[in-house]
């Protein structure tokens, strides 16, 4: 008789709300696993995942233990000299132990510890049978699930995310005897809404998927978004144009759908003058549908569908489809006309009008201080001030248009659009839009030196303005986006290579703040950017220890402190590293215990050991090969030449004392190793390597 059997429990829903669908079927599956691991119950994975639809969830496990092993217990009683009289006779306490355990006090057993001897109930019993357990697993599985406001139907006291309609648990070939929210397990599921109405019938956890994929259900999420991009694909390329699968739609689309069919759709022509951005919006946003581009990447006027049905008519789901978007597009092409006979002048003048912050002004205030940085920032990167400035002051003009009130996330893009209807410059119309980048995590910087430098300034005055006005980030709170501003910030000049101290660039943008926290200076800003860019090298795989290792050194720029990552990364495989890491350790420590200036130069005569004269030479000879490496910032081969220091350092380190009596010889070799130390640290403070 076999001691495993396969798993199935499958509870049947009315729509699960699409966003949380993906989480919900996690929950639920590590809740089942959770509790089977939980009461020893031993089962396989191999390769089981969640299994859902908008209707249900589902876990199906190939093999699980039919029962418990057996349940081994262990509960310590009192010790000799409190459980027995002087008499050897059995006290109260050891009578109420022996009677709660249900055994006489002479069946007990007896165990040491460093306390003495003391009574002990061992007891092993058979363990449960999987099937009773299961009841217990399943319910505590739903009230561990991310469900923050249960739904209730009937007059019930229970809830969930939605109405339980069916409950599906077998264990092998037999039901397992469960009831949860009012509902019987029993083996009979249902299939498609539509397209299968009679019961579906399951003989055995096997026959799950491939039974109801015969009732027009697929319940493996896997197999329903491979099918969706294949559909979306083919729909797509029959009508000559290729697909734009958004990532976040796809999830959307197929937490919408139990068999998901590609309906291709198309709109008129004439909706294509209006800014591809607006209407893709409205089709993957409001609609998820997936836009086909033409050759060019270009937005076609071709779309398709995916519905939760193959229908007999198609052509009347297709008709429904372009009807749905007709309004939308409608609306969206009547803004844009309106928007352009308004012209940009007039949107940039409503700014005043609008405002930023209580202690800030208005956009138009902050307009006229971006304007000022970018016309600063573009002067030192080679690009022309007055073209920065002048895309500077048209960044927010589309903030007052009507497209961005209908679809705020098209700040920039229809600043673009309009700025090109009214033949400004190119590189200022594409800068507008650039400005806003990176706009999401993972997102590129402004491709353009034009759009970085508003990137820049954009994101300066943001951080200045928002410390300024007492609007620092706490806890999860970040109206103004400082944090994401800040990485920002920091990526574009990085990614960017502008060699602009960044300290400096926020003095200047504090400067130009109308209101100014008494407590907050250009430090505070700094600081605050650098730490989020420890998460962004965190990301990139740099250790924390290598990024404090650069940040507690002077350097010129986010570039040149890259440069410096790098290169105490390379040193940092090296054998010497932790030597020398220890070393400047060691020297730092040294040096902070000293009284009085440290001598800046040596004095040869005052050498008494080889060991210090041989380190005072290596040390001239490394300051001597490294002064032109550190001039043109190959930080890399800085610190693979001072790794050749080790020996030298060892032997210092074996055979001399510093802190001797003689105070002019003690002074010498601080000297010597001042000397040293500060060309360690020349790129990074490498003391951080040191464990």
Same mark, same amino acid.
């Given at each position: ?286 609609? &998820? !549908? *997936?836009? /086909?581009? $033409?050759?060019?990447?270009? #937005?076609?006027?071709?779309?398709? +569908?995916? =519905? %939760? ?23 969206? &092409? !009547? *803004?844009? /006309?309106? $928007?352009?006979?308004?012209? #940009?002048?007039?949107?940039?003048? +409503?700014? =005043? %009008? ?29 690009? $022309? ?11 927010? =003009? ?294």
């Amino acid at each position: 008789m076999s001691t495993t059997s396969p798993l199935l429990i499958e509870l049947g829903t009315e729509e699960l709300p699409v966003k949380a669908l993906p989480a919900l079927a996690q929950a639920f599956f590590d809740g089942v696993l959770d509790g089977l691991a939980k009461r020893g119950t031993a089962f396989e994975r191999d390769g089981a995942k969640p299994l859902y639809t908008p209707r249900r969830l589902a876990v199906r496990l190939p093999a699980v233990a039919l029962e418990q092993p057996e349940q081994r217990s262990e509960v310590l009683g009192p010790y000799l000299n409190i459980a027995l009289d002087a008499d050897g006779q059995p006290t109260k306490a050891l009578q109420g132990f022996a009677a709660k355990a249900g055994i006489d006090w002479t069946a007990l057993e007896k165990t040491a510890d460093n306390k003495g001897e003391r009574f002990v109930h061992r007891a092993v019993k058979p363990g449960a049978s999987t099937a009773a357990l299961l009841p217990e697993i399943l319910r505590e599985a739903i009230a561990a699930m991310p469900i923050p406001k249960p739904m209730r139907w009937g007059d019930h006291d229970y809830g969930f995310a939605r109405p339980v309609h069916w409950l599906v648990m077998l264990l092998g070939k037999d039901v397992v005897d469960a009831e949860l929210f009012g509902t019987r397990a029993d083996r009979m599921s249902r299939g498609h809404r539509f397209m299968h109405d009679k019961p579906v019938w399951f003989s055995t956890p096997e026959d799950y998927v491939e039974s109801l994929r015969g009732a027009k259900v697929l319940v493996d999420p896997d197999e329903r978004r491979e099918r969706i991009v294949l559909e979306v694909n083919e729909a797509a390329r029959a009508g000559g144009g290729v697909a734009r699968i958004d990532e976040g739609i796809l999830d959307e689309v197929n937490g919408l759908t139990e068999w998901p069919k590609a309906v291709a759709c198309s709109f008129e022509r004439e909706f294509l003058a209006v800014p591809q951005e607006a209407l893709i919006a409205t089709m993957e946003a409001n609609q &998820k !549908f *997936f836009p /086909v581009l $033409d050759a060019d990447g270009k #937005l076609s006027e071709r779309f398709i +569908g995916i =519905a %939760n049905i193959e229908s007999k008519d198609e052509s009347e789901v297709r008709k429904g489809y372009e009807r749905v978007i007709r309004p939308r597009f409608s609306d969206a &092409k !009547f *803004f844009f /006309v309106e $928007d352009m006979k308004q012209g #940009l002048a007039s949107m940039n003048d +409503g700014l =005043a %009008n609008v405002k930023y912050q209580d202690k800030l002004g208005t956009i138009a205030d902050k307009v006229a201080r971006v304007a000022a940085l970018a016309e600063a920032v573009a002067a030192h990167v080679g690009v $022309d001030p007055a073209t920065a400035r002048r895309a500077a002051q048209l960044s927010k =003009a589309d903030l007052q248009s009507r497209l961005v009130g209908e679809f705020p996330e098209l700040q920039g893009i229809a600043g673009r659009y309009y700025a090109a209807v009214e033949n400004e410059p190119l590189d200022i119309a594409h800068a507008i839009d650039e400005a806003y980048m990176p706009r999401f995590a993972g997102d590129a910087i402004a491709p353009s030196k034009l759009g970085q430098v508003l990137a820049i300034a954009e994101r300066l005055d943001t951080l200045a303005g928002g410390f300024a006005a007492g609007l620092k980030p706490t806890g999860n709170k970040d109206p103004f986006a400082l944090r994401r501003n800040a990485l920002g910030l920091a990526r574009t000049l990085l990614e960017g290579g502008h060699d602009l101290l960044l300290h400096g660039l926020i003095e200047q943008a504090l400067a130009l703040q109308p209101a100014r926290h008494a407590e907050i200076g250009s430090y505070d800003i700094t600081q605050f950017v650098y730490d989020r860019l420890r998460g962004y090298y965190a990301d990139r795989g740099v250790a924390s220890v290598q990024f404090d290792a650069v940040e507690n050194v002077a350097h010129d720029s986010l570039p040149d402190f890259d440069r410096r990552l790098t290169a105490i990364a390379e040193f940092a495989k090296l054998p010497e590293a932790q030597a020398l890491a220890a070393a400047n350790k060691r020297i730092r420590n040294i040096l902070k215990k000293v009284e009085g200036e440290v001598p800046s130069t040596l004095d040869a005569s005052l050498f008494a050991e080889n060991a210090e004269r041989e380190l005072a030479d290596a040390v001239d000879g490394a300051i001597a090969d490294t002064d032109p490496l550190l001039d043109s910032r190959d930080y890399v081969a800085v610190l693979g030449r001072l790794a050749r220091l080790r020996p030298q350092v060892d032997a210092f380190f074996d055979g001399v004392m510093v802190n001797v009596d003689d105070a002019a010889v003690r002074n010498n070799r601080l000297a010597l190793l001042k000397r040293l130390s500060d060309r360690l640290g020349s790129v990074a403070a490498i003391e951080h390597l040191s464990i």
